[in-house]
């Protein structure tokens, strides 16, 4: 089996290239970066430097390696909402995702493509304990979650007229080793450098999802040849945690706890970010660990590799 993966170079896609190459699959990784940057030392793999919005060359090479399935995970996230990042997100998430479906509408080896969506194709702002199903109505107030919703939409429409399959993994936040930014990430550093943690908006609940756990789920379709036409699948953290609850199970992380100080917010505003990951469980034989199993591996990584 030949796999494709986009974004091969980023935190997700490193990991799930990984993963793959213990399965003994043929991986062919395409990026915009070399592949001496990228440190994957296996047979197995080939590096493509390509930027997937050059439709012509991109057409070249897929048409040359004749994928079995093909794991989209390139993908740019808005850092503002500037109309620079519109225009980045609108090129490199939409404008990338056509040029990749209408490549391969009639490319006879490819029988599966996994499209990498967002939490953000629901609303950010949700003052209510709901986590969001695979049924609920996305209904994005972000560019970012628009244009990952055109996707999803653009790609149901190419696996009704491909007659092939496509899966869908809408993502909450991630977090992990690799990744040195985010509210874990920040929370951490204030604690091991003995700073206050200082926690604006306690009661914003998320579901915390981790790259490794992300990355199984890509592994657990690979496996699953009775998934037919176009489905989508929530892949989010075991737990939903507030912020408050967050600050102190990463003080509980930290060696010298006693001397790690929380200044909490007296904002009372409630926020939910979370999925419903059920169907996942049931239909792929997914679900991630434990949000303080994942939490304790990250800090001992960091506490490890940060020093260095």
């Not at 929370?187 to 604006?200: D, G, P, Q, T």
């Not at 690979?222 to 003080?251: C, D, M, Q, V």
């Not at 060696?255 to 904002?267: E, Y």
Request: with cysteine.
């Amino acid at each position: 089996m030949i796999i494709l993966v986009t974004g091969a170079s980023g935190q997700l896609g490193t990991l799930v290239v990984r993963k793959l190459q213990t399965k003994k699959y043929k991986i062919i990784g395409i990026s915009r970066k070399y592949e001496k940057e990228l440190n994957f030392s296996s047979p197995l793999y080939t590096h493509i430097k390509l930027d997937i919005k050059n439709k012509k060359k991109l057409s070249l090479e897929i048409n040359k390696i004749n994928p079995d399935v093909i794991f989209h995970l390139a993908a740019y996230i808005p850092k503002s909402k500037k109309k620079s990042c519109y225009n980045k997100s609108y090129k490199n998430n939409l404008i990338a995702t056509k040029n990749i479906l209408e490549v391969c509408k009639n490319l006879k080896s490819l029988k599966k493509i996994v499209f990498t969506s967002s939490i953000s194709v629901h609303p950010l702002k949700n003052n209510y304990p709901i986590e969001y199903s695979e049924k609920n109505n996305p209904t994005p107030d972000g560019f970012y979650g628009r244009h990952k919703l055109k996707c999803e939409t653009e790609l149901k429409k190419w696996t009704s007229i491909s007659k092939k399959t496509s899966i869908v993994l809408r993502l909450s936040g991630l977090h992990g080793k690799s990744r040195k930014s985010g509210v874990i990430y920040n929370f951490y550093k204030s604690a091991v450098n003995h700073k206050r943690i200082f926690i604006e908006k306690p009661f914003f609940h998320y579901s915390f999802l981790f790259l490794d756990d992300a990355a199984e789920a890509f592994i657990n379709i690979l496996t699953l040849s009775e998934i037919k036409g176009f489905n989508i699948y929530n892949i989010s953290g075991k737990n939903i945690i507030n912020l408050k609850e967050l600050a102190t199970k990463i003080r509980m992380n930290i060696r010298n706890k006693k001397n790690i100080k929380l200044k909490v917010s007296d904002n009372e505003l409630k926020n939910y970010s979370t999925l419903s990951i059920l169907k996942a469980k049931k239909e792929i034989s997914w679900q991630p660990k434990q949000f303080n199993k994942r939490l304790s591996e990250v800090c001992k990584y960091w506490s490890k590799y940060d020093k260095q």
